[in-house]
């Protein structure tokens, strides 16, 4: 055997010397050292503790700093570090020092950290430390795949060395099992805690049915849950086409609504995808204007669809800007697994909200009927009764409910009790007009109708009985019949009594009247008299309810009506002048069949004005008409009788003309002075109601009128004549252009010296 010496055979076949085998002995001690301190805990915390405090002790340097890649995020970070740092810091892990060595794979010493232009200066500055030196290796795993970088900063004494460096990645290698056990362990429990809690907070939330409470609690929770600075949670509303939300953070009372299809919010709506965007702005798709109206600035979003459980898309939930990066995966993962189970709270949550409306709504809508309205439970007790049907009743709250319904109807109000146990026993509704009930004394008209109230098992749940209190309207209706068309009548009722009070309103007043009627009545005698007026008027009445205009009098063989009264419509000028067209074209048909019988034809004329007039009930005690007193009532009669002057059937005023809505064929004739008055008034002709038979080359004799209208206020009475003229050659029978005619050969040998300033003044009425 060959003597023992102080060198052993190394395995290259070199000799090794004792002091290199020694730290040779040392390094595998000291490794295994780290392995025993890593194996020591599963906690990643302490273990990252320990590996800096060896770290720092075994390369003799002031502090150390660790670093693990977060590959969801593509980021570096450090939990635990020497000195007072103690929060956790993030880097991209291909920036700094430790950046570039976790990217090459390979070591680095640099002995000047702040000459190196890799540095973080801004750690420091964050920290209070100041680092002059950096040792850092890569942290390598059982394949050789880099994890992590572990640096050591500012030797002690003299400089980092390559054995330094070295001893650092045999470290890292060796701890590098055990950091990824710990990683594996530390996201298994942070898993199952997520788990745990997103159940407890399902649970939690999907057991509220207030919607405002539950939209709240949901976009608190998904900012919770993401570490985002906000969220919003749209639903959509299928009437309007819009994602609307009226609970979201940061905007306080601010409502947004968009359309279905607009921004990010609607391109998930419609597509049904996830959508995460890290840059806001870059995005086409993002709608800076919502950020204008909040005053709110967005970096990143992360949108899911909410999907019921029909797999109907009923909203989207966005987060916004996620605190320290963009959203990842997880988070899409996690918000869209939350949106999924608060669905169905939401469809709950929004079922409950319309009934509770629905409920509400039925109240509101008990409460401001004037209709009494009681229901009886199935022991015949009262169980509701509303605000009308105690004041019909002359009774409080306390004495109405829970009474038995056959002790408070009694007496002379026993016939209910009648009609409710009918309803019981033949389970259909039961109708009575014009009954009589008595209460406190007072005796009321009433309505009643009872009906059966069923389960949807078509179970009996009692019976409602409605009580119509119809006593005012009775009185009314005997005091209105007597002048006014019933449907006229059953619509003033709904104003009430205090309707037919005076008032100072504006109408359009409507005057008829039959041209040379005495000589008809003459020739017919008082039989055939009456005969002629009950055909004329019925025709003429029947073109006037259709317009929902208010029949005042007959006057012999006259008819005076209003529009606007006794109930406005915002086109009553127009209904004005749709009867007189109605009217004449009546008149023609009826004239055509008096003609076939050999009876003469019946001529009418027409005169409609409007103006503010005073309405009311005026006469006596005996005898009254809801009627009208005003300039604009003699207006229209004026009117009606200028037609004999102008030859024309219809003629209205400027302030009927000026309030149209629709479109007629008309013409302006002149400005006249009426009896009676001394302001001129412009004056229309309704041409409406002819045929290209009855008023031939219409539009052409209209331009020559206007045109001839105008020389004819000018003064310029031959030209004028000339286009009077024209017009007649092409409608001899244009009666109104005959009359200009006529006044311009009048006034070229009368006006003399006097100014013309074309008004012509009526001398009769």
């Known amino acids: 055997m060959a003597a023992e010496t102080d060198t052993r055979r190394s395995r290259g076949g070199s000799r090794e010397t004792p002091a290199a085998l020694r730290s040779k002995l040392r390094r595998s001690e000291l490794l295994l050292m780290v392995s025993q301190r890593m194996a020591a805990t599963d906690d990643l915390d302490e273990l990252l503790a320990t590996l800096i405090r060896i770290v720092s002790d075994q390369v003799d340097a002031e502090r150390a700093s660790l670093f693990l890649n977060d590959p969801a995020t593509g980021e570096l970070y450090s939990r635990v570090a020497q000195g007072d740092l103690r929060r956790e810091i993030r880097l991209l892990n291909d920036s700094g020092i430790a950046g570039a060595v976790f990217q090459s ?181 993002f709608n800076p204007a919502t950020d204008r109206s909040t005053g709110y600035f967005t970096r990143s979003i992360l949108c899911v669809p909410v999907v019921n459980k029909d797999g109907r898309i009923i909203g989207a939930t966005q987060s916004l800007n996620k605190r320290g990066g963009p ?32 409920k509400n ?52 109000n026993a ?37 059966p109230l069923i389960s949807l098992k078509d179970k009996p749940l009692g019976t409602l009985v409605m009580i119509e209190d119809i006593s005012t309207e009775k009185r009314m209706k005997s005091t209105m019949s007597r002048y006014m068309d019933p449907a006229l009548a059953e619509q003033l009722l709904g104003k009430g009594g205090e309707a037919l009070g005076g008032r100072l309103l504006e109408v359009t007043v409507l005057a008829t009247d039959i041209r040379s009627f005495t000589t008809l009545t003459e020739e017919l005698g008082p039989q055939g008299t009456v005969e002629l007026l009950n055909e004329y ?34 086109d009553d000028p127009d209904r004005a002048f749709r009867t007189a067209i109605a009217m004449i074209r009546a008149l023609n048909g009826h004239n055509a069949q008096r003609a076939e019988r050999g009876l003469k034809p019946i001529r009418m004329g027409i005169g ?4 503010q007039v005073v309405v009311g009930n005026i006469g006596s005690s005996k005898r009254m008409d809801y009627t009208v007193i005003g300039d604009g009532a003699n207006l229209a009669s004026r009117l009606e009788s200028a037609n004999k002057e102008y030859g024309s059937q ?14 007629y064929r008309m013409r302006e004739i002149d400005h006249i002075v009426v009896k009676g008055q001394s302001a001129a008034v412009p004056i229309y002709e309704i041409l409406d109601y002819h045929s290209d038979a009855s008023f031939p080359s219409m539009p052409d004799v209209l331009g020559h009128f206007r045109d001839g209208l105008r020389f004819y206020r000018s003064g310029d009475f031959d030209r004028a004549a000339a286009q009077f003229q024209a017009a007649l050659a092409l409608n001899p029978g244009d009666r109104t252009s005959q009359v200009f005619l006529e006044r311009c050969d009048y006034l070229r040998g009368h006006l003399g010296d006097e100014k013309w300033d074309g008004v012509w003044v009526m001398k009769t009425k």
Not at 194 to 206: C, H, P, R
Not at 338 to 358: G, H, P, R
Not at 608 to 611: G, Q, S, W, Y
Request: charged share 25%; with cysteine; hydrophobic share 45%.
């Open 105 to 285: 794979g390979r070591g680095e010493i640099v002995h000047d950290a702040y000459g190196d232009p890799r540095f973080e200066r801004q750690i420091d500055e964050q920290t209070g430390f100041v680092t002059r030196s950096v040792l850092a290796a890569p942290i390598r795993n059982v394949r050789g795949e880099v994890i992590g970088v572990v640096e050591a900063l500012n030797k002690r004494k003299g400089r980092f060395t390559q054995a330094d460096l070295e001893l650092l990645e045999a470290m890292a290698t060796q701890a590098s099992v055990a950091l990824q056990s710990s990683q594996f362990i530390e996201r298994t429990k942070k898993t199952r805690q997520q788990e745990l809690e997103f159940l407890d907070l399902v649970a939690d939330i999907t057991s509220s049915l207030d919607l405002s409470v539950l939209l709240r609690r949901i976009v608190s929770e998904a900012s919770r849950m993401l570490n985002a600075e906000r969220s919003t949670l749209f639903l959509h509303n299928p009437k309007t086409k819009e994602l609307f939300t009226e609970v979201g953070e940061g905007l306080g009372k601010l409502q947004i609504r968009i359309p279905d299809h607009v921004g990010i919010a609607g391109s998930v709506f419609q597509s049904g995808r996830t959508i995460n965007i890290p840059h806001a702005y870059a995005d086409l798709r």
């Open 327 to 358: 959203f990842t995966a997880e988070d899409e993962a996690r918000l869209k697994a939350f949106t999924a189970q608060v669905s169905i709270a939401l469809e709950n949550a929004a079922l409950f909200d319309d009934v509770q409306n629905m």
């Open 361 to 412: 709504y039925t109240q509101s809508m008990l409460e401001s009927m004037t209709n009494g309205v009681v229901t009886l439970d199935e022991d015949g007790k009262i169980h509701t009764c509303n605000a009308a049907g105690y004041r019909i009743f002359r009774a409080t709250e306390a004495q109405v409910l829970e009474r038995p319904a056959a002790e408070f109807f009694s007496g002379a």
């Open 415 to 451: 016939w209910i009790m009648e009609r409710v146990a009918k309803v019981e026993q033949t389970k259909e509704t039961d109708v009575l007009m014009g009954g009589v009930m008595e209460f406190a004394g007072d005796k009321v008209d009433v309505n009643v109708t009872a009906q």
């Open 537 to 570: 008027f019925e025709l003429m009445v029947d073109c006037l309810a259709r317009e929902g205009g208010m029949l005042d009098k007959f006057i012999a063989d006259a008819i005076f009506a209003e529009f606007g009264i006794p109930m406005a419509h915002d």
């Open 608 to 611: 409609i004005a409007t103006d």
């Open 650 to 663: 219809v003629i209205a005023s400027e302030s009927t003309v000026k309030k149209l809505k629709g479109t």
